[in-house]
């Protein structure tokens, strides 16, 4: 166990979003007093991969966007503290003000309607697979997620002597869908049988009337002035593997050639950070460096890309549209050959709620690094030639004419895979990992030492074993390192 003398232990924390901001908020309230806490972050804002921001005219959230389960959330209560749950005007349009679309039109490449009955079904078998996955009772042999998807869409599909197109098209729009979820670029990459230790809260799925950005900034307004430094990029962190019988054990470096020492680090950037400094030298670095066991977890477990594209329908901000929350079944033997490849593994095209002129579109993986590094006239070319691509002949009950969905006159889209503070949107466990990488990546440094322990604790997302690629596993996470400090100097008194 630590002590406390004379000299206030101090606390650099490295990132100011979810993980970060709770870690210094709980070292706050339960030894403010006891040690001296400082949160660094790179960029000029905090919050990191969530930002509620404006795009023509209404409130979109340009990263984190659900609640995922109300029930026993902490980010529930904290959006509820922090006034999140209500809009700051009843009259403002924020994403997915009216829930999840639960009427969606789906169609085939030509605005082929698709069956529905049809539909139900391949939604069914779908939901029974997952069911399946959540449950463990898989088949052992089997690595990958999309491998057990695949190989229960075949089985229907022998058992029920069909083989067309449509149900195709439509089982492939929920891969799609699938994983825009998991952030994967290819579901044959992700692990099987760690999907049945992901965990999510009960209850609802909410977006946040007020915006998510709320929740970050609820943290950090109880942190004193001066504890959060924005600008301050860390470059390096110094530590001493064997211990330390004097003197500060850890040593920050920054882009501009300053340092500071510290009795302790969390380091809680990104898990694609540390795989630009693990894998290519130029993200975050350690000196010396990390142990093999934590190298090797950076390397095996997966970090996606997900993009977000919002589209401003032309026409005024206050004309409401008709357009529809269109689902896309692909055809990849009928292949409409003016849309491009990019946007085929997009499930879906919608408004952010009904009648709003602003459309989402995600994108994952190699398209969606694609979308990042397009110009606008080019995304807006390429949605063009989809929407006619899928607009249904008149005949069609509920049909337009071929453009009628209507024409995009601006976009705007999330950039966090070009973003150096980021590199990259939510941790999965690939194919080839586990919890257990999770688990190794979570470890203090050094893990052997009497002399100075924990000089370097990890936090965020991708070290939650249960509760990763969400707000409130970054947020639990940081509540754990934060007592595990707190325990080391004896203070038990934890705050919720």
Known sequence: MGEIGGKKPKVVIVGAGMAGLAAGRRLHDCAGGLLDIAVVEAGDRIGGRILTSKFAGAQVEIGATWIHGIDGSPIYEIARKAGALIPDDPATSWERKDGFPSDPLTLGEGGLSIDPSRLGRISSVFSNLKDLIVSGKTNGEIASVGEFLRRGFESYRAENHRADWMEEAAFAMHECGERTYTAVDDLESLDLAAEKEYCEFPGEHIALPGGYSRVPEFLASALPPGTIRLRRKVSKVEWHPVGLAGGDPVRILYDDGEAEFADHAIVTVSLGVLKAGVINGDGLLFSPSLPEAKIHAIQRLGFGLVTKLFMELEGGEEEKSSFPYLRLAFDPSRQVAEI???????????????????????????????????????????????????????????????????????????????????????????????????????????????LSPMQILFAGEATHRTRYATTHGAYLSGLREADRLLRHYGIYSFKS
């Open 340 to 450: 491009p490849r990019w946007i085929r593994r997009t499930d879906s095209i919608c408004p952010i709620h009904r009648g709003s002129r602003v459309l989402l579109a995600w994108f994952v993986g190699r398209e969606a690094a694609e979308v990042e590094k397009m110009d606008d006239d080019e995304i807006i070319r390429g949605v063009h030639a989809t929407l006619d691509g899928f607009s249904p002949p008149p005949a069609v009950d509920g049909g337009v004419d071929g453009g009628g969905y209507g024409r995009i006159a601006r976009v705007r889209k999330s950039g966090w895979g070009k973003d150096p503070r980021f590199l990259g949107s939510y941790s999965y466990v690939a194919v080839g990992s586990s919890g257990d990488d999770q688990d190794a990546l979570a470890d203090p440094l050094p893990s052997d030492s009497s």
